[in-house]
């Protein structure tokens, strides 16, 4: 997994645009990633968090 670190979105800050959408197709359907994997595991309780701390910052704005 080490391998894929250093891609992705960093910022938070981006936004879809055209040229995004050409990517997605090149993107292979079969991925080889361990779902019972520890480093999997906290990769998807950091994106949880954060996902949940924006749900609530965009309610707190919409109040």
Do not use: L, W
Request: glycine share 8%.
């Amino acid at each position: 997994m080490s391998e894929r670190q250093g891609s992705g979105a960093t910022g938070g800050n981006s936004k879809a645009s055209s040229g995004q959408d050409a990517s997605k197709k090149e993107v292979p359907e079969d991925f080889d990633i361990d779902m019972e994997a520890p480093e999997t595991e906290k990769a998807a309780v950091a994106i949880q968090s954060q996902f949940r701390k924006f749900q609530k910052k965009k309610q707190d704005v919409k109040s």
